[in-house]
C-alpha cells in the first residue's frame, strides 16, 4: 500500500512538471515556446525595418520626361552640353610612394590619383603645363604622406581631409594668385602596408 501511495504521489508531480509521461506539455514548456515566437517575431520584424526600402512618397522627383519623372542619360548629357564643357580628368600623375611616420614600424603608403580639372582650363594647354609641374606636386606629395601617421590615413574622414588638403596645396602651388583649376582629388590607388 506505501508503494501505491508513492506511486500517485509521483504521478501528481509529473502532472504538475509537464513531463511526457503526464499526457502533454506543461507550463514550463509553452512558456518557452512562447518566448521563441516573441523573440522571433521580434527580429523578423527589425530586420524587415533595417533592409526595407524607402517608400516611394518619400523619394522625390527629379525633373524629366513628363511621364515617368525621370532623367535618362541622354538628357543628362544634353544638359551638360547645354551648360558648356565639362571637367576633363588629368590621370598622368605616377604614384606615390611614402613611409609613414611610425616609430618602431616600417608603414608606408602608395597613392596614385587624378586631378579633376575645371573646363576653364584648356585641356590641350593644361596637360602640357601640368606634366610640366609634375615633379614639382610629386614632391610635395611624398613630403605629405611622410608626416602622416597610421591613425592619419585609416577611414573616410580622414582620406576627405587629405583630398581637400591635397587640392587645396596643389591649387596654390600651380595657381598662386589665380581662380583654383583644381575641382576635385580623386584615388585611383590608395594602399597602407
Known amino acids: 500500500m506505501a ?3 508513492d506511486q500517485d504521489v ?9 513531463s511526457p509521461a503526464a499526457g502533454g506539455p506543461g507550463l514550463l514548456t509553452w512558456l518557452i515556446l512562447g518566448a521563441v515566437v516573441a523573440a ?3 527580429g523578423g520584424f527589425a530586420l524587415s525595418q533595417l533592409l526595407g526600402g524607402q517608400d516611394n512618397a518619400a523619394i522625390p522627383k527629379s525633373k524629366g520626361t513628363p511621364e ?9 548629357l544634353a544638359q551638360q552640353a547645354a551648360n558648356g564643357a565639362s571637367p576633363w580628368i588629368y590621370d598622368a ?6 613611409n609613414l611616420d611610425e616609430p618602431g614600424v616600417t608603414r608606408y603608403v602608395r597613392v596614385s ?12 594647354k593644361g596637360k602640357v603645363f601640368l606634366e610640366q609641374r609634375a615633379m614639382v606636386l610629386r614632391d610635395w606629395m611624398t613630403t605629405y604622406f611622410a608626416g602622416l601617421s597610421l591613425e592619419d590615413v585609416r577611414g573616410s574622414r580622414n582620406l576627405n581631409r587629405i583630398k581637400r588638403d591635397v587640392q587645396d596645396q596643389f591649387n596654390q602651388l600651380l595657381f598662386p594668385d589665380a ?15
Not at 509521483?10 to 509537464?18: L, N, S, V, W, Y
Not at 600623375?93 to 611614402?98: D, N
Open 10 to 18: 509521483k504521478k501528481e508531480d509529473k502532472e504538475k512538471t509537464g
Open 68 to 76: 515617368n519623372n525621370v532623367k535618362t542619360f541622354d538628357d543628362v
Open 93 to 98: 600623375m605616377e604614384p606615390v610612394l611614402a
Open 3 to 5: 508503494k501505491d501511495k
Open 40 to 42: 522571433g517575431a521580434t
Open 113 to 124: 590619383i587624378s586631378l579633376e580639372i575645371s573646363p576653364e582650363l584648356d585641356p590641350e
Open 179 to 193: 581662380k583654383p583649376f583644381i575641382r576635385q582629388i580623386l584615388f585611383r590607388e590608395f594602399a597602407v602596408q
